[in-house]
């Protein structure tokens, strides 16, 4: 008995119809990846306040934005200074804060990838910086040698000297932000670590650290580093310049942000910029309501 097989149009109207049926499940399926991704990042975000938290516990000071001053290796970053809570000890340990960190001494720790410091989101996950490509505050750059393992989270030191914060700074002044740099002249006297106390706009309406495209490396401490510049929103455009500047995120129109009482948020650009401005500054006493953002 002779079989009877496809004729042509019929294997065009099963391509027709897998075609179809391809075209309504991808982006069904990249919808889950994403929320995947942007669950991992929240939760990555979420064990870095509580690693801030232990280290305020422990010291009575959220951890300086980077180290600085005479006799230290100086521009370690936040980031290394909460490895221990972070279950991180032996790395800790193995970091040398009496030398810089793009010293030989540090060469193994700062090229030690860290998942807890990558947004999955993020296409510059995979590939460490070479220390000469580290741009610093000044412009300058690292000596050669070294490479350093990304970060995608940064601390909120509030307005700097970048001119993407130059709006917040006519307001606040330099700083106001939780994760500032010691020991610099300011306004209101020489910057120091800040305490709970000095929290006075409240733990839950005062961002600790949030996404950044690049932070050049968890290590690297600054603004083009550990720490993000008060931009005039939580997700500015993606230009390359700005990438290690600011807060900014490779999730759709979002970034999120650990708040001080630990809870994670995500903030989209069309956040008032007021209330944007409350988020980051720690003493400003501005009235933030619970359904603002």
């Known amino acids: 008995m002779r079989r009877r097989g496809f004729t042509l149009i019929e294997l065009l109207v099963v391509v027709v119809i897998l075609g179809i049926l391809i075209a309504l499940l991808t982006p069904a399926v990249q919808s889950?990846?994403?929320?995947?991704?942007?669950?991992?990042?929240?939760?990555?975000?979420?064990?870095?306040?509580?690693?801030?938290?232990?280290?305020?516990?422990?010291?009575?000071?959220?951890?300086?934005g980077s180290t600085a001053g005479a006799g230290r290796g100086v521009n370690h970053?936040?980031?290394?200074?909460?490895?221990?809570?972070?279950?991180?000890?032996?790395?800790?340990?193995?970091?040398?804060?009496?030398?810089?960190n793009h010293a030989a001494a540090n060469r193994t720790a700062v090229g030690t990838k860290l998942a807890v410091y990558l947004c999955p989101a993020n296409p510059l996950a995979t590939d460490p910086l070479a220390s000469e490509r580290v741009v610093t505050a000044d412009g300058s750059r690292y000596p050669a040698g070294s490479a350093f393992a990304r970060n995608h989270y940064a601390g909120n030191r509030g307005g700097g000297v970048s001119e993407a914060s130059v709006?917040?700074?006519?307001?606040?002044?330099?700083?106001?932000?939780?994760m500032t740099i010691v020991r610099v002249a300011a306004p209101r006297g020489p910057t120091s670590c800040v305490r709970p106390q000095d929290v006075r706009d409240g733990l839950s309406n005062t961002i600790l650290a949030g996404e950044k495209r690049d932070g050049q490396g968890w290590a690297v401490g600054g603004y083009g580093g550990g720490d993000f510049e008060?931009?005039?929103?939580?997700?500015?455009?993606?230009?390359?310049?700005?990438?290690?500047?600011?807060?900014?995120?490779?999730?759709?129109?979002?970034?999120?942000?650990?708040?001080?009482?630990?809870?994670?948020r995500a903030l989209r650009p069309s956040i008032d910029r007021k209330t944007w401005y409350a988020l980051l500054t720690r003493d400003g006493r501005e009235p933030v309501g619970n359904d603002a953002f």
């Open 32 to 64: 889950a990846r994403e929320a995947a991704r942007r669950l991992q990042c929240q939760n990555n975000l979420r064990q870095i306040g509580l690693a801030l938290n232990a280290y305020l516990a422990e010291r009575n000071v959220f951890p300086m």
């Open 77 to 100: 970053s936040w980031l290394t200074m909460i490895l221990p809570q972070l279950d991180q000890r032996p790395l800790f340990n193995a970091y040398n804060f009496d030398w810089e």
């Open 167 to 178: 709006d917040f700074v006519k307001t606040y002044g330099d700083h106001r932000g939780v």
């Open 230 to 264: 008060a931009a005039t929103q939580p997700v500015g455009p993606d230009v390359p310049a700005l990438r290690t500047l600011v807060p900014g995120s490779f999730h759709p129109a979002q970034a999120n942000f650990v708040f001080g009482d630990g809870s994670v």
